[in-house]
């Protein structure tokens, strides 16, 4: 695996406390989430991948580029979504994007081509002309992630991307996300708090806590699967099913939000049971298999907590 960012025993200081402290990790291509408590180091790391901040001890190389003496090369292939609004209320999203191409060493009919071509990406193509005061929420940070992307970056930092947002609009973003991370030799960052986030979007953690790496890897290694528990889903019946597996003496509980069933059957023989009660009350059981333990439980296993 190719590496594309480089921490060697980094550590980085404010006001002579470590927030970030001995950190030596490589991360090549995909989506990548960044977890952690408030504290813990994630806008430290992100900082320090952008050149912000300037580690005391170790070494720090993005595109094979020692960072932050080569900070202005490396950002010219780096793309950067911050948590705080970046937009001009008073100014059009397609005036704004135009602006931050113009920045980047765009020509200005280049950057307002690209800009009604990111526009059109993050589904404000209809939206475009509008002063950005009138945006919503969900709008305002599909602008930011249009400006993260303007210049097609190989390198895409992500700092809570779906704040601030319903349901529909995380899942809309989120989808976004992934769609870039699919791209060949493209790498997306995504720091947030929000675990089902992080789950949809990555195939690999970064878990940080007091400025170390906890652990590191791939989400599939983390999620194992829990003895004895399964999901499933049933079509018809499904209140009665419920009832009926709960009398027969399972541990059978409800998964929000997406109404999936979750089913303790301690024994093989406990789960053909399982498909006899469906057949029994007309259920017809559309998804069923093994359960894996959460990421929730896995971040908190890795924060030292029950």
Known sequence: MTSIIEFNDVTVKYNGDPALDGVTIALGAGAIGLLGPNGAGKSTFIKTVLGFTRA??????????????RAIEVRHSLGYMPEIEVSSPKVSAVAF???????????????????????????????????METYSTGMLQRVKLAQAILHDPKL????????????????????????????PNVTVIVSSHLLPDVQHVCKQVVMIDKGKVVHSG?????????????????????IAFVKEVRAAGYECARLHPSNMLLVRAPHENNVQALFQIARTCNAQVRHFQPARRSLEDAFLQAMGKE
């Open 56 to 69: 005391v001890k170790g070494t720090v190389n993005i595109f094979g580029m020692p960072m932050p003496d």
């Open 97 to 131: 994007l135009t602006y931050c191409g113009r920045i980047f060493g765009m020509r200005r009919v280049d950057a307002l081509e690209r800009a009604h071509e990111v526009l059109n990406y993050v589904n404000l193509g209809d939206s475009r002309y509008r002063t």
């Open 156 to 183: 895409l930092l992500l700092d809570e991307p779906t704040n601030g947002l319903d349901p529909d609009g995380r899942i809309e973003i989120l989808d976004l996300v992934s769609d870039i991370a699919k791209r």
């Open 218 to 238: 791939a989400i599939c290694d983390l999620t194992i699967p829990r003895l004895e528990f399964y999901e499933m889903r049933v079509r018809d019946s499904d």
